[in-house]
């Protein structure tokens, strides 16, 4: 079932009343634990159950197996189970209840304390929070078990047509199934009738064996009435054919089954161009949670800063839906900080303001060069793998009037007077150069004396702690083991860091130490993408291949650390701006990785970027947040790497709450990738 976002507190009220007046821990929290979005939500979620004194647990997760696995140890007590940041793209009930179903054919006598567990389980209620879209149908218009947060798609009638589609194939399933057992009591009766007549007559008539005979086989074969599977196309009653002296109601005529089965498929066709269109982003988790908090009336300032960098962190993948909520969280934030424009300044000031925001790569934390040079808006416009992209860097800032030296000084330790006039200068400029977009809108974050920080900046931190840990090196190798040769072993290494890491990501929401060593490691991580990604456009290693770009890594001094696919996705989008700009051409991007420990490739695909047109008219104005024609495309790649799996046969590994990530095994790279060539991305 789905809850509108209208009936967001009514739902909430319904979960607390099921788990509220409970000493023991009967709720859990599934966090996506690679999703940044999903780490604020979970944060958000876990005030609000501390305030309402519900007991819970937070357990994130790496992907839809470890799911599964931990969902199958949850204690027998459990009653809710929360999905955040996963679980909008499959089939909840059929997925994580398989193995007790399997169980449950092959057991049919329980034990009467197995029966008692078994019903606390079904009894168990699965509440889903995911901005991955499409919805399963199954989880939204399917049984009440499962309760699907949804952000207003279904009241606004956008799933009619689907909605529609579903119930009408369920009663034809419906339907057919109790046709089946009709009439197959109906053969059984008719069976047994046509056996007391066959005794009769062999007891008035014995000369004529023959009949008899051929009349028993007859009664045989009704004894055992064939089996159909609901929605068979070729599922025709034609076995079950009665003899004039049967007293059954006739069965459908072959119009009526003609006119079903043309019916059944214009549904089912409905249904599967819904599948096929390709997966997309709605509104992201951390959103939907305050706005359950607004319902409450418990709304507060950190709760706020929480969803916009939730909300910030699909700005790359998704950026309408950053304009589209800019100007509500902009409102809130002066609902919440009246006096956030007093000059006065305090050491426990952690208020938040809308300020002028830069497409510079960690701006206030770095120095203006570098922030120029690691943008990829900006590298992308001016092409700064080159030279001559270099070159006109160079120019650019001549013609703001900053020297060189000048731009490479820590941004603390810049001037005041070019701090507050950098919107000014980079403004006249940008229309020359390409970059009319540079200027922006954001909300920044103040934290007393030790500076502020926009959310941008919180999320390429917190991205960084997911992606690396608080560790000396980049690459947090404290709980892999370098000599495992079971790919299993080493997947589970690489799964159990990660979990680490969100629990570092965690903390750093709370802690603004922890946030500004997250910066750091934000920087390397950008440092690395930008000289792998110079390295494959000076090398002219991306390819064209068709209908998608192509380039794999195989070697390098970083190549490590794009085993994490967030890394990989982030050098995938970085490189696929700078192609499509250099040459024009707006197609997908595959990028593979080896992963030299478990002897795999992590691949992803990244839908076609539409350009962003330059011009900021209206950049005074606080509402202004981007360009408004741009729109993000629907990822295929989903549905392209599972079809390529099945044609050629090569052994993958599709885990991922991102559809558009899988593993493939080093040996089945090359036919893996000309399949794709073959299948083609729609």
Not at 225 to 234: A, K
Request: glycine share 6%.
């Amino acid at each position: 079932m789905h809850v509108s976002p209208s009936s967001y507190a009514r739902a909430f009220t319904s979960l607390r009343a099921s788990t509220l007046s409970h000493t023991t821990c009967r709720l859990v929290l599934f966090v996506a634990c690679l999703d940044v979005d999903a780490l604020c939500a979970a944060k958000i979620f876990s005030g609000i159950l501390k305030h309402e004194l519900i007991p819970h647990r937070t357990c994130p997760v790496a992907g839809y197996s470890e799911l599964k696995a931990r969902y199958s140890e949850l204690d027998d007590e459990v009653t809710t189970v929360v999905l955040l940041g996963c679980g909008a793209l499959v089939d909840l009930t059929a997925y994580l209840h398989e193995e007790e179903n399997d169980d449950d054919d092959d057991e049919e006598d329980e034990e009467d304390e197995e029966s008692l567990v078994k019903r606390r389980r079904e009894r168990r209620k699965i509440y889903v929070f995911d901005s991955h879209r499409p919805w399963n149908l199954q989880n939204v218009f399917g049984p009440d078990d499962v309760v699907c947060f949804d952000d207003g798609d279904v009241e606004d009638g956008l799933l009619d047509k689907e909605r529609e589609a579903y119930e009408a194939l369920s009663k034809l399933s419906n339907a057919e199934d109790s046709e089946s057992d009709e009439y197959g009591e109906d053969d059984e009766e008719h069976a047994s009738d046509s056996d007391a007549e066959t005794d009769q007559e062999r007891e008035v008539v014995d000369d004529d064996l023959s009949e008899d005979d051929s009349a028993s086989e007859a009664d045989e074969v009704q004894k055992t009435p064939t089996s159909r599977r609901s929605g068979s196309p070729d599922s025709t009653p034609s076995s079950k054919r009665k003899s004039p002296s049967s007293p059954r109601s006739p069965l459908p005529s072959p119009r009526r089954q003609k006119s079903t089965r043309k019916i059944r498929r214009e549904y089912e066709d409905i249904i599967a161009k819904y599948y096929t269109r390709g997966t997309a982003y709605s509104t992201p988790v951390a959103s939907q949670l305050y706005s359950l908090l607004s319902y409450l009336g418990d709304a507060s300032t950190h709760d706020l800063w929480l969803s916009i960098v939730g909300t910030t962190a699909l700005d790359t993948l998704a950026p309408e839906l950053y304009r589209r909520l800019f100007p509500l969280f902009r409102d809130e934030v002066r609902r919440l900080n009246p006096s956030a424009t007093s000059v006065k300044l305090s050491a426990d000031d952690t208020t938040l303001v809308i300020q002028p925001d830069f497409r510079m790569f960690l701006l206030r934390h770095w120095t203006l060069y570098d922030a120029l040079l690691h943008s990829p808006y900006v590298a992308s416009r001016l092409q700064l793998w080159t030279d001559d992209g270099r070159k006109k860097l160079h120019k650019m800032l001549a013609k703001m009037g900053v020297s060189l030296s000048v731009a490479r000084e820590r941004w603390t330790h810049t001037d005041v007077s070019l701090k507050r006039e950098l919107k000014d200068r980079i403004s006249s400029v940008a229309g020359i150069f390409g970059i009319g977009n540079v200027v922006r809108t954001g909300v920044v974050r103040k934290f007393g004396f030790r500076g502020a920080m926009t959310a941008g900046d919180a999320v390429e931190s917190v991205a960084a702690l997911l992606e690396c840990g608080r560790g000396k090196s980049v690459v947090d190798k404290e709980n892999v083991n370098p000599d495992a040769k079971d790919g299993d072993e080493a997947k589970d290494a690489y799964k159990a860091a990660w979990i680490d890491n969100f629990w570092t990501g965690w903390d750093a929401l709370d802690d603004v130490e922890l946030l500004l060593h997250g910066l750091q490691r934000a920087q390397v991580v950008q440092q690395a993408v930008v000289r792998t990604g110079t390295a494959l456009l000076e090398k002219n290693q991306v390819l064209i291949l068709r209908t998608f770009r192509l380039a794999v890594l195989k070697d390098g001094p970083d190549l490590e650390l794009f085993s994490n696919p967030i890394t990989l996705m982030r050098l995938a989008s970085w490189v696929n701006e700078c192609k499509a700009e250099q040459d024009d051409r707006q197609i997908p991007m595959v990028m593979a990785a080896l992963d030299r420990t478990r002897d795999t490739y992590t691949v992803v695909g990244l839908p076609a970027r539409v350009l962003k047109q330059s011009g900021n008219d209206g950049v005074d104005d606080d509402d202004w947040v981007g360009d408004e024609e741009e729109e993000t495309m629907r990822n295929m790649f989903g549905i392209t790497f599972q079809e390529v799996a099945k044609q050629t046969h090569a052994r993958v590994r599709i885990d991922s709450f991102e559809s558009s990530v899988v593993e493939v095994r080093k040996d089945d790279l090359t036919g893996f990738l000309e399949g794709m060539t073959i299948v083609g991305v729609r």
